[in-house]
């Protein structure tokens, strides 16, 4: 029991019990608001990595695209010069063809 530091006497038991459970309770209070604490921490740094994240992201999304494009520009380029090969690659056999006496395509 508790002693009232007022009087000698001990606080009743109802009271003492009453203490005791408020004591309990404060003590509960506490711990939840120390987990509370923690989470809300926890959850901050999650919104920051999340944030990073999407930044990460943005960023890919933007490379992504510039290397699409150069993809594209460099597959249309291969197809000028594919197409530019075949033609220098048949007019030079056609002068060959005729620098031989042969029938050419020219």
Do not use: Y
């Amino acid at each position: 029991m508790i002693e009232n530091a007022a009087t000698p006497t001990k606080l009743p038991e109802r009271l003492d019990a009453a203490l005791k459970r408020l004591a309990a309770a404060l003590d509960r209070l506490d711990a939840a608001s120390d987990r509370r604490a923690k989470a809300d921490a926890l959850r901050a740094n999650l919104e920051d990595e999340l944030a990073v994240m999407q930044d990460d992201r943005s960023r890919l999304a933007v490379e992504l695209d510039g290397a699409i494009a150069r993809a594209k520009s460099l597959e249309l380029a291969n197809d000028e010069v594919a197409r530019r090969l075949n033609g220098a690659s048949a007019e030079i056999r056609g002068i060959f063809a005729e620098a031989m006496g042969l029938p050419g395509k020219r």
